[in-house]
């Protein structure tokens, strides 16, 4: 495992996360096209950026919240096939609810007809493909992950207001990537954060014949995120999380349970 020692003597405030979203037009396929399709949901209701800054949801902890941004990457989608063989589509995606389009997806690979029972991916870039600097489009918009605290990009920014036991609204940034942790010496043990998600087809798997055009809905629980198994409180943590290694760890584990496979369709 590579570990990444970074001396440093301060830690700036993590300024690295101002608005500058990427324009992700959907990449065209030719003949057989399969589309993921990310849609957010909180609990039952479904969130896009018409509930920014308005819509008032409630954590597990109790805690009504706000969300005024919501951007996420995947990368290496692979589709799992009933007899055990896998096909890995590479690439990535960046999902941001200000930019509707950017929820589509279409991998350039093309997916080869056969019937498959799961997709998985990578939530953020695991440890080969998470590289500073590497990808173009996602230095414009804003997603590196800074040098001091490990590099490469931001796996997600998950920002709005919440009531705090002051009830006072404040702000919360909920950025999840590298997680980092401070040696005696003061300096920095980066270590990878990403981790796979598995999504099983529990109508007993789907088929993709050659020529179809299938669009497989890949829905988050943005509840999970404060819920499973970590109650999460934002009073205790709703700043500064990005170099903070107690809570890029705790993100860890509560993403894991927050995708689930929806409809799977064809036109
Ligand atoms: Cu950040």
């Known amino acids: 495992m590579k570990k990444l020692i970074i001396a440093l003597s301060t830690l700036a405030i993590i300024s690295s996360c101002t608005k500058e979203p990427a324009d992700l037009t959907p990449t065209k396929s030719t003949e057989t096209k399969t589309n993921f ?139 999840n990537g590298t997680a980092s942790r401070v040696n005696s010496d003061g300096s920095r043990t980066a270590e990878p954060n990403s981790f796979r998600v598995k999504l099983w087809d529990y109508e007993g798997g789907f088929t993709i014949e050659e020529g179809d055009n299938t669009t497989i809905d890949i829905n988050m629980n943005l509840a999970e995120w404060f819920k499973n198994p970590i109650t999460w409180s934002l009073d205790d943590m709703h700043m500064m999380l990005m170099p903070n290694y107690q809570a890029q760890k705790m993100m860890n584990q509560n993403g894991r349970s927050v995708f689930t496979l929806g409809f799977i369709s064809k036109n």
């Open 37 to 175: 399709l990310f849609k957010q949901y909180y609990d039952g209701a479904e969130v896009t950026s018409s509930d920014f800054g308005t819509t008032q949801y409630t954590n597990a902890k109790g805690t009504m919240h706000t969300i005024s941004k919501l951007q996420y990457l995947v990368s290496n989608i692979t589709l799992h096939k009933v007899d055990g063989s896998e096909v890995n589509l590479g690439g990535y995606n960046l999902i941001d609810l200000d930019l509707p389009l950017s929820r589509y997806y279409t991998p350039m690979k093309e997916i080869p007809a056969g019937t498959y029972s799961a997709v998985s991916f990578t939530f953020g870039f695991d440890e080969s493909d998470n590289i500073t600097g590497e990808y173009l489009d996602l230095n414009a918009a804003s997603w590196a992950w800074p040098m001091m605290i490990g590099g490469g990009y931001h796996f997600m920014k998950f920002e709005g207001m919440f009531m705090d036991n002051t009830s006072n609204m404040t702000g919360f940034a909920f950025h």
